[in-house]
């Protein structure tokens, strides 16, 4: 397994979570990784890109609420979820990019097994 998220879980609306994606050393040096989200009945899309530069890019609804980070030391990338809220409930995943365009899900590969995220009202 290339990408293993973890984190998810059952949080009240307003509450935490933060997600992790470990990855190899390789794949963390070479490649950018960002998160999608998948809910039941809907697309995959876009959450999240930490790019190697430095800049973050984020979905339009989750700005403000929602921060990616890349531990190096760790090889992994994160995702720090506040003031969740029900709609946010979906699988999670997070997977390589392999250029183009951010946040088309066609772009990206090795997606990671996804965890899930439950937020009640």
């Known amino acids: 397994v290339q990408l293993q998220a973890s984190g998810g879980g059952l949080v009240q609306a307003g509450g935490s979570l933060r997600l992790s994606c470990a990855t190899s050393r390789r794949i963390f040096s070479n490649y950018e990784l960002a998160w999608f989200r998948q809910a039941p009945g809907k697309e995959r899309e876009f959450v999240a890109v930490n790019t190697f530069n430095g800049i973050r890019y984020y979905a339009d609804s989750v700005k403000g609420r929602f921060t990616i980070s890349r531990d190096n030391a760790e090889s992994t990338v994160y995702l720090q979820m506040n003031s969740l809220k029900p709609e946010d409930t979906a699988v999670y995943y997070c997977?390589?990019?392999?250029?183009?365009?951010?946040?088309?899900?066609?772009?990206?590969?090795?997606w990671g097994q996804g965890t899930q995220v439950t937020v009640s009202s």
């Open positions: 997977a390589i990019f392999m250029g183009g365009r951010y946040y088309d899900a066609n772009n990206y590969n090795n």
